[in-house]
């Protein structure tokens, strides 16, 4: 079974930049749909992003919040999908996982428990 681990998190200043890396082992992440959740100090887990079963930007999908300032990608030869986080802002503090599974166009909808497997996750912290 593919094992996913999060990595990339840190203290960052309002405005600036992170990439977290989602690395598979186990076996090849190929085509598999990967999403990113969150989940902020006292609140529930929520979609931010996922890419579908293909790498074209029209199976990359985004919470309305992030759009324009995040975005996912997959490299195959590393077997990892990465999330470049610009223009971080105060309310993107949390602890950030990466899962198989579901990805389509209501990410932010999706609900935390249809996925299973969750890691450890990697803190992302946006402060001055």
């Known amino acids: 079974q593919l094992q996913l681990v999060e990595s990339g998190g840190g203290l960052v200043q309002p405005g600036g930049s992170l990439r977290l890396s989602c690395k598979a082992s186990?076996?090849?992440?190929?085509?598999?749909?990967i999403s990113w959740f969150r989940q902020a100090p006292g609140m529930e887990r929520t979609g931010v992003s996922c890419i579908g079963n293909a790498d074209s930007d029209n199976y990359k999908y985004y919470r309305d919040s992030v759009k324009g300032r995040f975005t996912i990608s997959r490299d195959h030869a590393e077997n990892t999908v990465y999330l470049q986080m610009n223009n971080l802002k105060p309310e993107d503090t949390a602890v950030y996982y990466c899962l198989s599974g579901r990805c389509d166009s209501t990410i932010q909808l999706i609900p935390w428990y249809e996925y299973d497997n969750w890691g450890q996750g990697t803190q992302v912290t946006v402060s001055s």
């Open positions: 186990g076996g090849t992440m190929g085509y598999t749909a």
